[in-house]
């Protein structure tokens, strides 16, 4: 793996780049470019890195992500096993400026200024926006070039609307990249996206990385302000959540697919890191009728 600085091609006639893909492995490595991503998974699931955060996504997500925000899309398994299973997803990039200085300057525009400005955190959009925006990326790969341009807005427009989208990272997102780095954390990244169902000690993981276990430990709380263990208690309690909207397993089948070896710690680190317990969780995705 060597991804880093990613260009992204717009061709000789654009000013952005849209595209669709139908493979898996786009953007499945950490990353990052000068230009915001509009991005729809029409079709698909798995887990997410945005800066600092970690979560999972599924078919009909949207996100809008800032410039230069370290980031990656990891599908499931499934996607990888050549089957006649296959994602689907229309991602759209484009500068901050590419509009020109001045029409982003004009007082109209205070909206799409303001919501370029919060997807330097990350957005997930909201259930109405999101399907909305999808819509219009899926137009936008087929659309002539002046009429993509007037998408595009339209689409950034419905996001600065969208009072429920959620931020993703924290404030300061922090995933140092430099070209060594890049690569280790990738390893690192993959390594525990395939073996979270397992303990993996910080000697198993630091000779995954070609460390020393100190020197892995002072490595990735640089690299992520976060150690191992809570960057893995969180992919868990992603999972664990994937798991729960699924909602074909007891808590239990849950507890022990996620990667957590008893109930109580299952427990205890899933409040700690939703607020709520895997049993609230349920009921407000599955409230029972009155």
């Keep these: 793996m060597k991804p880093q600085f990613l260009k992204v091609p717009a061709g000789p006639a654009s000013s ?38 970690i979560d999972t996504f599924s078919a009909g997500d949207v996100f809008l992500l800032g410039q ?30 590419f509009w020109g200085t001045d029409f ?6 205070l909206p799409l200024r303001n919501v370029l400005a919060r997807s330097s955190r990350g957005l997930r959009l909201s259930s109405a926006a999101k399907i909305q925006v999808g819509k219009l990326l899926e137009e936008m790969v087929v659309a002539g070039a002046p009429r993509k341009l007037l998408l595009l807005q339209e689409a950034l427009l419905i996001a600065s609307e969208d009072k429920a989208a959620k931020s993703l990272g924290s404030i300061n997102p922090v995933i140092r990249l430099d070209d060594t780095g890049n690569d280790r954390i990738n390893t690192i990244y993959q ?24 020197s892995f430990c002072r490595y990735f709380r640089t690299a992520t302000r976060k150690t191992f263990s ?18 074909r397993r ?3 089948q849950v507890c022990f697919e996620s990667g957590f070896h008893n ?28």
């Design 263 to 290: 109930f109580s710690s299952f427990h205890k680190y899933f409040k700690l890191v939703t607020g709520k317990t895997p049993l609230d969780y349920q009921r407000r995705l599955f409230p029972t009728p009155a």
């Design 230 to 247: 809570q960057f893995m208690i969180e992919l868990r309690v992603s999972m664990a959540c994937r798991l729960l909207i699924d909602n």
């Design 104 to 109: 982003m300057a004009l007082p109209e525009n």
């Design 16 to 53: 952005f780049s849209v595209r669709q893909d139908r493979v898996p492995f786009v953007n499945n490595h950490l990353h990052y470019h000068p230009e915001l991503e509009l991005i729809y998974i029409k079709e698909g699931f798995g887990t997410q890195l945005v800066g600092d955060h």
């Design 68 to 97: 230069n925000l370290p980031h990656l899309w990891s599908f499931d398994e499934i996607f990888f096993s050549g089957t006649a299973v296959r994602p689907n997803v229309f991602v759209a990039h484009f500068t901050e400026s």
């Design 191 to 214: 390594y525990a996206f395939a073996n979270y169902q397992k303990k993996i000690s910080t000697t198993e993981i630091a000779a995954v990385a070609c460390m020393s276990p100190h």
């Design 250 to 252: 007891t808590l239990k």
